[in-house]
């Protein structure tokens, strides 16, 4: 934001000149540094998601058709959400059938 801040200073000792052309040259700079402030915001964001996503796949491991956390053992989660979507839905346990309530997806679960 300093280039933004930067540019309101020399736009305001600017404006005591009455050189119209300069200033709104330095408005378009204004507006330019504003919107690469907005987009910088966005893709840290995108990356604070993207990094997220990423250690939550580095802890999952595949076992028996589905999908549990390395680090706590929680599962199982449905390996066609977190495929499709990065979703990662608990699947529901009845006897030796596991079934994911969001795609449907359904598969035999042992537990060992
Ligand atoms: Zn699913």
Known sequence: MVLYEMA??????????DNIE??????????????????????KAEIRAFNEVKTLDEDLEFRDNCFFKISNG??????????KDRKLIRMQIADDFALCNVCK??????NE
């Open 105 to 110: 997806t359904g598969t035999c679960f042992t």
């Open 8 to 17: 309101r200073d020399a736009m305001k000792l600017l404006q005591k000149s």
């Open 74 to 83: 929680e599962g199982p989660f449905c390996i066609t959400c977190w495929g």
């Open 22 to 43: 300069l200033i709104q040259k330095l408005m378009d700079i204004q507006k330019e540094s504003l919107e690469m402030f907005e987009e910088n915001i966005r893709l």
